[in-house]
């Protein structure tokens, strides 16, 4: 499939890129979310709870999704646009951003359709069915297809700008440089990734830094887990001018991965231990494989913690999110 090959000349490319990538993902998002809203297909709700009514149905889906698309980003943004539109509620969201977390590390393992790389025939494709089609639904629905496409677009500039800034050997440096403090690592990881937005770029990294001896294994897993937190930080983007239950669902989800890192960092020397151990008994074959095995076992535990302990965040996260906090519309609570 066709994939947008950008090669910047310049810093100023490169800021125009993320910027201009950032600015086409924001209006595909608010142009899906508008539509979709507006269309209050009964039908379209009807299934989409139906998939995700209960705890397991919605954990299944993020991670399913996530497979198949390989962009968590996206995931979460579709995810913001269903519960801003009414069509989920903040937990059944909360669930499938949960099991996008787990998905991102399937996708180190599998080769699936990068649906990004789709997205001009998504943006040319309903533009064509705009033009064609009169009857209102179908606009709208043509209308929002078009809104995905161009979130799409928006990330493949993104993930363009991004890859010329982490393949820099300033920005290689500056890791080798400042991380092999595990505490040093975890802060950098979170802030690198929340820059780039693109934990995959640092797990990337990560694999070939370790690979080569640079960096040592223990801060290589605090850097992962930091970047765990990073991503998360990313949802802050997609809720912008959204309701009360999508900011809840983004700020749950956040609050679910540092307490996941929080019990990982806790445990980081036996962590560290039982990955080094994998590695010398041959289970895990290549130093590239040790990060992403690391990154695998922290996503299954926290996702099954997560699952267990599910109506509990909900209830941590209506603390966090009280109106003496948060002063903003008044939307009533769902459950499963």
């Known amino acids: 499939m066709l994939a947008i090959n950008i090669i910047p000349r310049n810093d100023f490319d490169i800021f125009l890129l993320t910027i201009g990538g950032l600015s086409i993902f924001l209006f595909g998002l608010s142009l899906t979310r508008e539509n979709l809203k507006e269309l209050g297909n009964s039908y379209l709700e009807k299934v989409i709870q139906k998939s995700t009514n209960t705890k397991l149905k919605a954990f299944i889906v993020g991670l399913v999704s996530t497979v198949l698309i390989q962009?968590?980003?996206g995931v979460t943004a579709i995810v913001v646009t269903f519960i801003a539109c009414g069509y989920l509620t903040y937990p059944q969201g909360l669930g499938i951003m949960i099991g996008a977390n787990l998905g991102t590390c399937v996708t180190a393992f599998l080769v699936g359709v990068n649906i990004?790389?789709?997205?001009l025939i998504i943006i040319i494709v309903a533009t064509t069915a705009l033009c064609i089609l009169k009857k209102n639904s179908h606009q709208l629905i043509s209308s929002a297809f078009l809104g995905i496409g161009f979130l799409f677009l928006g990330l493949q500039f993104m993930e363009e700008g991004f890859k010329a800034i982490v393949e820099s050997d300033a920005f290689s440096n500056f890791i080798i440089h400042y991380s092999n403090n595990s505490f040093v690592a975890l802060l950098f990881g979170t802030i690198l990734t929340f820059i780039i937005q693109s934990s995959s770029a640092i797990i990337g990294i990560l694999e070939q830094l370790y690979a080569a001896q640079i960096i040592t294994l223990q801060p290589a897993l605090a850097l992962m887990l930091g970047s765990n937190i990073g991503t998360t930080l990313t949802g802050a983007f997609v809720v912008i001018n959204t309701n009360r239950e999508t900011k809840k669902a983004v700020v749950a989800n956040i609050i679910f991965n540092v307490i996941g890192v929080i019990i990982f960092l806790i445990i980081l020397t036996p962590f560290t231990n039982l990955i080094s151990s994998l590695e010398i008994n041959g289970t895990i074959a290549t130093p590239q494989l040790a990060i992403a095995m690391g990154h695998l076992i922290f996503n299954f535990v926290t996702v099954v913690l997560a699952y267990?302990?599910?109506?509990?965040?909900?209830?941590?996260?209506?603390?966090?999110?009280?109106?003496?906090?948060?002063?903003?519309?008044?939307?009533?609570?769902?459950?499963f």
């Open 116 to 119: 990004q790389e789709w997205s």
């Open 71 to 73: 962009s968590s980003s």
């Open 308 to 335: 267990i302990f599910f109506d509990y965040l909900i209830k941590l996260t209506n603390i966090v999110y009280s109106d003496k906090i948060f002063k903003t519309s008044q939307i009533k609570n769902h459950s």
